[in-house]
């Protein structure tokens, strides 16, 4: 058992897709979300896709971050978190417009006060400002927010995300022999963020938190983890909250690294799905499963990773805080790209320029080969790490 799987979480979620496994796959099980019939009209041109995500554990950072800074910005950085985390993979079937959002936030009362609900509230809006200046249109539906102590220990923070989009639009996974992969960068400052994304996401935070800041948060914090875990898995790092690394010339807080808010690509597929959608084979956002993930779309290929982005600061930290061997580094953390492109080459440059005209670094990271089984191959300094 992986440290990860001692913590309580896991990286491919081998119970839930057990779970699940019998259940309808919808209109095209190749697809990165769930794809329905048109239920509000009824019309065959048109599908329905509703998606729910949450933030996760991010929370749990956040609300110690707070607690030792009295910064609020991180509430609005959590809420981008959990929209993120829906309507990027909502974009990944072709759905990057005309998005219906509700909230729903679940509170211990005595950690979370009013005003961080206020905060949440409002940095809903301000996302949803930010998006329409973009052109992309998302609006805010309602939403519930629930004092439920007995069953959160600090903050449970998500959404769930509803769309009808034409079935021309789709982009449904067909990922083929041939094809290359194009990267998108999830760290840097793309041209519509404030600051420097240190690239997390929401994915891994269970790991990071833990691996990274120093066991004394264990006893000043124990509202913030599971009481139920080992002692020796628990805030085993060696950093404090506020301590800082420096990148690219700024010293950032570790922690405000870690909570960077998760970025999103929609401006970035909107352009390209408008220029070259017939040309698009697939997208994958590396969400949970990380550089694995494209691994459950696929069939008889293999996805040969052999040109990767530099390892950002943060996952270098991390890396060298945890001790966690690179294999299981990839499958937990994205390791500096979150966002996948399965095209040609001639299509794959043209999204580069696209992806670079909003600061994003973007590039070939790798290519798809014909196999016997589905496959994803990663090589990194000399090593190559299946799965």
Same mark, same amino acid.
């Given at each position: 058992?992986?440290?990860?799987?001692?913590?309580?979480?896991?990286?491919?979620?081998?119970?839930?897709?057990?779970?699940?496994?019998?259940?309808?796959?919808?209109?095209?099980?190749?697809?990165?979300?769930?794809?329905?019939?048109?239920?509000?009209?009824?019309?065959?041109?048109?599908?329905?896709?509703?998606?729910?995500?949450?933030?996760?554990?991010?929370?749990?950072?956040?609300?110690?971050?707070?607690?030792?800074?009295?910064?609020?910005?991180?509430?609005?950085?959590?809420?981008?978190?959990?929209?993120?985390?829906?309507?990027?993979?909502?974009?990944?079937?072709?759905?990057?417009?005309?998005?219906?959002?509700?909230?729903?936030?679940?509170?211990?009362?005595?950690?979370?006060?009013?005003?961080?609900?206020?905060?949440?509230?409002?940095?809903?809006?301000?996302?949803?400002?930010?998006?329409?200046?973009?052109?992309?249109?998302?609006?805010?539906?309602?939403?519930?927010?629930?004092?439920?102590? &007995?069953?959160?220990?600090?903050? #449970? +923070?998500? %959404? *769930?995300?509803?769309?009808? !989009?034409?079935?021309?639009?789709? =982009?449904?996974?067909?990922?083929?022999?041939?094809?290359?992969?194009?990267?998108?960068?999830?760290?840097?400052?793309?041209?519509?963020?404030?600051?420097?994304?240190?690239?997390?996401?929401?994915?891994?935070?269970?790991?990071?938190?833990?691996?990274?800041?120093?066991?004394?948060?264990?006893?000043?914090?124990?509202?913030?983890? &599971?009481?139920?875990?080992?002692? #020796? +898995?628990? %805030? *085993?790092?060696?950093?404090? !909250?506020?301590?800082?690394?420096? =990148?690219?010339?700024?010293?950032?807080?570790?922690?405000?690294?870690?909570?960077?808010?998760?970025?999103?690509?929609?401006?970035?597929?909107?352009?390209?799905?408008?220029?070259?959608?017939?040309?698009?084979?697939?997208?994958?956002?590396?969400?949970?499963?990380?550089?694995?993930?494209?691994?459950k779309f696929i069939d008889n290929v293999k996805i040969i990773k052999d040109n990767l982005m530099d390892t950002p600061p943060l996952f270098q930290l991390i890396r060298e805080e945890s001790g966690t061997s690179m294999k299981e580094m990839f499958e937990v953390?994205?390791?500096?790209?979150?966002?996948?492109?399965?095209?040609?080459?001639?299509?794959?440059?043209?999204?580069?320029?696209?992806?670079?005209?909003?600061?994003?670094?973007?590039?070939?990271?790798?290519?798809?080969?014909?196999?016997?089984?589905?496959?994803?191959?990663?090589?990194?300094?000399?090593?190559?790490?299946?799965?």
């Amino acid at each position: 058992m992986n440290k990860y799987e001692e913590r309580g979480v896991s990286a491919q979620k081998e119970d839930v897709h057990k779970a699940i496994k019998g259940l309808d796959k919808g209109l095209y099980p190749k697809a990165f979300c769930k794809i329905l019939p048109d239920l509000v009209a009824n019309d065959d041109n048109y599908v329905n896709i509703m998606h729910a995500d949450t933030a996760g554990t991010k929370t749990s950072l956040a609300y110690m971050y707070w607690k030792e800074t009295g910064d609020m910005s991180v509430w609005k950085g959590v809420i981008q978190d959990a929209i993120v985390m829906n309507i990027d993979d909502m974009a990944c079937v072709g759905c990057v417009d005309n998005i219906v959002l509700s909230s729903t936030i679940g509170r211990n009362k005595k950690q979370i006060n009013g005003d961080i609900v206020a905060e949440l509230i409002n940095g809903t809006s301000s996302f949803i400002q930010l998006m329409n200046s973009l052109d992309i249109n998302i609006v805010l539906a309602g939403g519930e927010t629930a004092d439920v102590g &007995d069953i959160v220990r600090t903050l #449970d +923070v998500g %959404f *769930t995300t509803f769309a009808r !989009l034409p079935k021309s639009k789709l =982009v449904v996974n067909n990922i083929q022999d041939g094809d290359v992969i194009v990267g998108l960068s999830s760290s840097g400052q793309a041209s519509y963020e404030t600051e420097y994304n240190g690239g997390m996401g929401s994915n891994g935070l269970t790991s990071a938190r833990h691996d990274v800041f120093a066991h004394s948060y264990a006893s000043k914090y124990p509202e913030a983890f &599971d009481s139920n875990l080992s002692d #020796d +898995v628990v %805030f *085993t790092g060696s950093k404090e !909250l506020t301590d800082t690394i420096n =990148v690219e010339g700024t010293d950032i807080p570790v922690a405000k690294l870690v909570l960077s808010p998760t970025r999103t690509y929609l401006p970035v597929i909107k352009q390209v799905l408008d220029k070259h959608h017939a040309s698009i084979n697939g997208m994958i956002h590396c969400t949970g499963g990380a550089q694995t993930k494209v691994k459950k779309f696929i069939d008889n290929v293999k996805i040969i990773k052999d040109n990767l982005m530099d390892t950002p600061p943060l996952f270098q930290l991390i890396r060298e805080e945890s001790g966690t061997s690179m294999k299981e580094m990839f499958e937990v953390f994205n390791m500096g790209h979150r966002l996948e492109f399965y095209t040609d080459k001639e299509t794959a440059s043209e999204i580069i320029k696209i992806s670079e005209s909003y600061n994003i670094e973007a590039k070939i990271i790798g290519r798809v080969e014909s196999h016997d089984k589905p496959c994803v191959e990663i090589h990194h300094e000399g090593e190559i790490f299946t799965y």
